[in-house]
C-alpha cells in the first residue's frame, strides 16, 4: 500500500469519527433543549401561567421555534437548522395553499365553472379562453420535466418576460422619473420672500448626486467638487437608511423578546 | 424546428412587450379591459408555474435523503413541514380543497404560531447583524464616514424616546434628514434605476438579453 493510500485512508477514518462525534452532539444538542423546553412548559403549565389547549401549545411551539432560530446568533448550531428546515417547509406550503385558494381555485375553475354555467356566446369564449390560454402557457413550463420537448417551456418564460419588460418600461418612466421630476424642481423661494430650505436641499441634493454617476466627465474641477458634494449626500442618505433599517430591526426583535418574556414566560408585566 | 425553439421565444417576447407598451399608452376602455384581462393573465401562468418550484426544491431535498449526504434528516424536516402543512391546507378545516379556504384551522394555527413567529424571528436576527456590522465598520477614518456614522446615529436616537431625553429637537432633526436629504438622494437613484430598467427592457424585448432562453 503506498503512503497516499495510507493517508487517504486515515484522512477517511479521521472524517468518519468527527462525523460520528458530531451526530452524537447533535443529539446531545437536542436532549437538552428539548428537555429545558419541556420542563420550563411544564412548570408554567402548571404555575397557571399558560393554559392547555390549542393557544397555550402555539406559544409552546413558537417559543421554542424563537429560540431554536435565535440559537444562531452564538453559531450556526443543529437547532437552528432544524427550525430553519422546518420553516423553509411550511413556508413553501404555504404558498403552494394561498396560490390554490386565491389564484387557481378562485381564478380558474370557479370562473370557468361559472363560465360554463351560462349560455355559449362568443363574450364566453373570449373570456373563458382568457383563462384557458394562459393556464396552458404556465403549464408548458412542466415541460422542462421531459428534455425531449423542454423547449416549449421557453414561451411561458418569454410570454412573462416579455410582458413584464414592456410594463417596467411605461412604469418607471411614470414612477421614476416623470413623478419624481416635479417634487424635484418647486420654488426655492417662499411666497413671502424667504429661502424654500427644503426643496433647496432635495434640489442641489438631486443635482449633487446625478452628477457624482454621471462617469462621462472627468471629476475634476466644478465637476469633482460638485460630485464631492453629491458623494456628502449619498452618505447622508446610507446613514439615515442604515439607521433607520436598525430601528425596524430593532422593533421586530423587541416584539419577539416581548412575546417570550411576556406572552410564554410572564416576566414582562403590562 | 429551429424556429419554434429559438425564433418564437424571442418573437413572443417581442410582441407582447411592444403590447404592454402600447396599451399602457391607450386611454382606451377596450385597451384598458384587454390590459386587465392581460394582467390576470399574467398572475394564472405565475399561480400555475409556482408548483414547479416546490417541486424543485423538495426534488433537492429528495436526492439529499436519498443519498444520505451530510444533513439529511434536516431535509427530512423541509419534507415534514410541507406536508404537515398541505395536510390542513388540503382538509380546509372539513371542507376540502374546492371550497373557499377556511378562516380558522391547522393552517391559520401554524400560520399564527410557527409561520409568523419564525419568520418575524429571522428578520429580527438582523438587528444582531447589522449591529455587528456597524461595530466593525464604522470607524470615521474620512469625511465621508464620518458624515455617514453622524447621520446613522442621529436617525437611531431620534427614532427612540431616550432622543427626546438628549435634546428635544433630535427627533425632528431626524425626521428631516429622512424626508431632505436621504430624499433628494433616493430621487437622483430613482432616475438611474429607471434608465436601467428601460433600457434592459428594451434590451430584452429587441433580443439582445436571452439569458431567459437558458443562455442560447
Known sequence: MSAIDT???????????????????????????????IIANAILLGSGSLKWGWSGVGIMMAAAFTIGLYSFLYQDNPLFKMAEHFYVGIATAYLIIVTWYSVI????????????????????????????????????????????????????????????????????????????????????????????????????GVITTLVYFFFSLEHK????????????????????????????????????????????IPLING | ?????????????????????????????????????????????????????????????????????????????????????????IYNNGEWILKPQAEVGGVSWIYEYIFNPCQATMFSMLAFFIASAAYRTFRAKSIEAGILLVAAIIVMIGQVPVGILISERLPDISQWLLDYPNLAVKRAIFFGIALGGVSTSLRIIFGIERAYLGGE
Do not use: C
Open chain 1, 105 to 204: 381555485l378562485t381564478d380558474i375553475i370557479y370562473a370557468l365553472r361559472d363560465l360554463w354555467s351560462q349560455p355559449f356566446s362568443s363574450t364566453i369564449f373570449w373570456q373563458m379562453m382568457a383563462i384557458i390560454l394562459p393556464t396552458m402557457i404556465g403549464l408548458l413550463v412542466y415541460t422542462r420535466l421531459v428534455p425531449s420537448i423542454s423547449w416549449l417551456s421557453r414561451i411561458t418564460f418569454a410570454v412573462i418576460i416579455g410582458f413584464g419588460s414592456g410594463l417596467a418600461i411605461p412604469n418607471a418612466i411614470n414612477a421614476y422619473i416623470l413623478e419624481q421630476l416635479k417634487p424635484s424642481m418647486m420654488p426655492l423661494w417662499t411666497s413671502a420672500g424667504g429661502i424654500a430650505w427644503g426643496a433647496l436641499v432635495i434640489f442641489f
Open chain 1, 221 to 264: 474641477g466644478v465637476i469633482g467638487k460638485t460630485a464631492k458634494i453629491g458623494i456628502w449626500f449619498l452618505m447622508i442618505s446610507f446613514g439615515a437608511s442604515f439607521g433607520y433599517t436598525v430601528m425596524a430591526r430593532f422593533s421586530l426583535l423587541i416584539e419577539r423578546i416581548n412575546f417570550l418574556f411576556r406572552d410564554w
Open chain 2, 1 to 89: 424546428m429551429n424556429f419554434f425553439k429559438k425564433r418564437l421565444p424571442l418573437l413572443l417576447a417581442f410582441f407582447t412587450g411592444w403590447l404592454a407598451v402600447i396599451l399602457d399608452y391607450i386611454p382606451h376602455q377596450n385597451g384598458e379591459a384587454l390590459m386587465t384581462t392581460i394582467t390576470k393573465g399574467l398572475i394564472i401562468i405565475g399561480a400555475v408555474t409556482a408548483f414547479m418550484g416546490i417541486y424543485g426544491l423538495l426534488g433537492h431535498h429528495y436526492l439529499k435523503m436519498k443519498r444520505k449526504n451530510e444533513g439529511w434528516a434536516y431535509s427530512l424536516l423541509v419534507w415534514a413541514g410541507f406536508f404537515i402543512m398541505m395536510l390542513f391546507g
Open chain 1, 7 to 37: 493517508d487517504s485512508n486515515s484522512n477517511s477514518n479521521s472524517d468518519m469519527n468527527s462525523n460520528s462525534h458530531n451526530k452524537t452532539n447533535e443529539w446531545w444538542i437536542f436532549a437538552v433543549f428539548f428537555s429545558i423546553i
